[in-house]
């Protein structure tokens, strides 16, 4: 049993997804590889960078692997390294898709792709102002975060670690307050590099994870592909299900107290 | 920093003389500490790229294929290099296109250009490597510039590898949707430059170590540096490189930096004689070059042949050229102009393709969208 409970979706922009798995395109050696992860994902959007792939071209590899019947494509910016090349590229993508939704991107430095804060909160506006559902790539930010939400985002997509790092979810001190102050679903994008990363994030309360580096470049995409699904319905039951507060100190799951009260009349 | 300020480490001529000595007298320790380091600079690659290395390749390789996994997955993106011109006025020794060669000159016009791109394209090409010699009269700044215009049309990426320019020129190509610029050192060893490139504008080693760095700060995307392998020793030859990396980065942020590996394969000429690599070599400064720069583009082209190139595939390579000419109008209009170089791999750009897949690899067409520009 995989399948999240049927009432528990995720909501975003008003449209239900069964999958709080979110997934990329980029890195996959083949096309059959890419068909064959994404199902075994589970997911229900699929990323893909508008640079990569030939949106115009019926035969595109990366385009027909992914059933648009069955996955949302959503645009991602990647690439753009200013405002105004994120809401072209976004606009160039919506004319071909079909839809207006995108996942923003602003990454003016090539090494650590980081989101550019300042250019990411100018894009989101101009989007949101030219009819967009933006979901924003963004660092994890707290007020950064209400910006965004006030700009008329449909989710916040704060980093675990940089991109592709696969270093885990080291800002989950600064996930934990926006997740806690926001009112949009919280995604946790790039840097997951296992599963148990991704069950963390959603443990910690974040709506949804968005992996690639880490199925994509497994020895077998696929077989990584469900240890993410798996170990996200389990870190989103667990966090349904309430975890126990943590302490210092230990707590024997048989406390003695009680018997040596039995004992000694 | 200025620019020319910046370069001072670079031009001191002391230089090469120093790096060369600490790598040679790198130990095995060096060479361990150097791999387990988290964040490699040139530093690093001393012990890297020195004979004390060399009998680690195996574990630089694996390295390097596990840091290229990891930044770029299985994917090798293709181009292909157009020749617009192979008129040239410098006279470098070991160039074809070197001036006092005879051989039959040749500048394209806008439609043979067209019957070129048209033969490129319908290969699949998307990305494609302008070319000229050092000619301002037969290629001058606004023929290329309105080159570049001309090629959006049918691809994806149109990058340059021309004589070096002024910033306001740089800026021209890039408004014109020049993506890209490569720009080769050929040897960062002063007196073989010297020797190799006796007269014409490439003799000022300054000014061609200066004009990528310009380019950067004009707002091109990429620039590529490399070394023309074989001149001079390559161990010290990769750690300059390096160098010079590093230091655009740090004077261009938003520049994505690439390498490219040249390699001669014959004498260099002007009495100098060939300092060749091997293969084993040449595989461990690509290695090197991965594992200091996890995220910079590494180039090879058909100048090498098949096998290598097949084995390079994972190891650190992310771009390579196929199908490639090295004269203008070598595609589709079966001219006899003089070559650059002699290609070596000579398979055409599907069986390249093929080659990727086969190894598991996605042969990757198009990596930039015109979208991005105005």
């Known amino acids: 049993m995989t399948r999240p409970t049927e009432d528990d979706k995720l909501i975003i922009a008003g449209r239900a997804f069964g999958s709080r798995l979110l997934t990329g395109t980029g890195k996959f050696g083949q096309p059959e590889q890419l068909r064959a992860a994404l199902a075994a994902s589970g997911t229900e959007i699929v990323t893909v960078a508008v640079r990569r792939v030939d949106l115009n071209d019926p035969a595109d590899r990366t385009l027909t692997a992914i059933d648009r019947d069955r996955y949302l494509l959503l645009p991602n910016t990647s690439g753009a390294r200013d405002a105004i090349e994120a809401v072209r590229i976004a606009k160039i993508a919506a004319a071909i898709v079909g839809h207006r939704w995108v996942k923003l991107e602003v990454t003016p430095e090539p090494d650590y792709l980081l989101p550019d804060p300042v250019a990411t909160l100018q894009a989101a506006r101009e989007l949101v102002a030219q009819g967009f559902t933006v979901l924003p790539y963004m660092n994890a930010d707290p007020i950064l975060a209400r910006h965004l939400e006030e700009a008329g985002c449909a989710t916040l997509m704060p980093l675990a670690s940089p991109i592709g790092s696969n270093r885990g979810l080291r800002t989950a001190d600064l996930i934990r307050i926006i997740i806690e102050q926001a009112h949009v679903p919280v995604v946790v994008d790039a840097g997951l590099g296992a599963p148990s990363h991704a069950a963390a994030a959603l443990e910690l309360g974040a709506d949804a994870v968005l992996v690639n580096t880490a199925i994509a470049t497994a020895a077998d995409p696929v077989g990584m592909a469900e240890a993410f699904a798996l170990a996200v319905v389990a870190g989103r039951r667990a966090f349904l299900a309430g975890l126990p507060a943590r302490g210092d100190r230990a707590s024997a799951s048989s406390p003695l107290v009680g018997r040596l009260g039995q004992v000694a009349p | 920093m200025s620019e020319p300020s910046a370069l001072a480490g670079l031009r001191d001529p002391g230089l090469w003389e120093r790096v060369q000595q600490r790598i040679y007298s790198s130990t095995s320790d060096d060479v361990a500490r150097a791999l387990a380091s988290e964040r490699r600079t040139p530093e690093q690659l001393v012990a890297l790229l020195s004979p004390a290395a060399d009998a680690v390749r195996a574990e630089l390789e694996a390295a390097a294929r596990q840091l290229t996994l990891q930044r770029f997955g299985r994917t090798v993106v293709l181009y292909v290099p157009l020749y617009l011109s192979n008129s040239c006025t410098n006279s470098c020794s070991y160039c074809g296109f070197a001036r006092q060669r005879d051989i039959r000159r040749a500048t394209l016009d806008d439609s043979e250009l067209d019957v070129e791109l048209q033969r490129l394209a ?96 004009a707002g091109m995307r990429s620039v590529s540096l490399g070394a023309l392998l ?89 771009r390579m050229s196929a199908g490639s000419r090295t004269a203008p109008g070598g595609y589709a209009l079966g ?31 198009k990596d930039f969208d015109q979208g991005f520009l105005a």
């Open chain 2, 122 to 217: 319908g290969q699949h090409f998307r990305h494609l490597l302008l070319l000229t010699g050092e000619d301002r009269r037969a290629a001058s700044v606004d023929f290329i510039r309105a080159a570049v215009a001309r090629c959006h049309a049918r691809f994806s990426s149109v990058s340059v590898e021309v004589y070096p320019m002024a910033a306001a020129e740089y800026a021209a190509l890039v408004a014109a949707g020049c993506d890209g610029l490569t720009l080769y050192q050929e040897t960062y060893h002063q007196p073989t430059y010297a020797a190799v490139h006796p007269d014409g504008p490439k003799a000022d080693f300054d000014a061609r170590l200066a004009a990528p760095l310009r380019a950067a700060a």
């Open chain 2, 230 to 318: 074989g001149l001079a020793d390559w161990r010290v030859e990769g750690v300059l490189l390096a160098m010079h990396g590093a230091l655009l980065r740090q004077q261009s942020w938003r520049t994505r930096l690439a390498f490219g590996f040249p390699r001669l394969r014959s004498d260099p000429g002007a009495g100098c004689t060939l300092r060749t690599l091997s293969e084993d070599e040449l595989g461990q400064l690509i290695c090197g070059l991965r594992l200091c720069f996890p995220d910079a583009d590494l180039v090879l082209s058909t100048r090498e042949c098949a096998e290598f190139r097949d084995r390079m595939v994972g190891v650190g390579v992310t």
């Open chain 2, 335 to 365: 001219s006899d102009a003089g070559e650059q170089f002699a290609v070596t791999d000579t398979r055409t750009p599907a069986e390249i393709a093929g080659m990727l897949e086969a190894h598991g690899y996605e042969p990757v067409w």
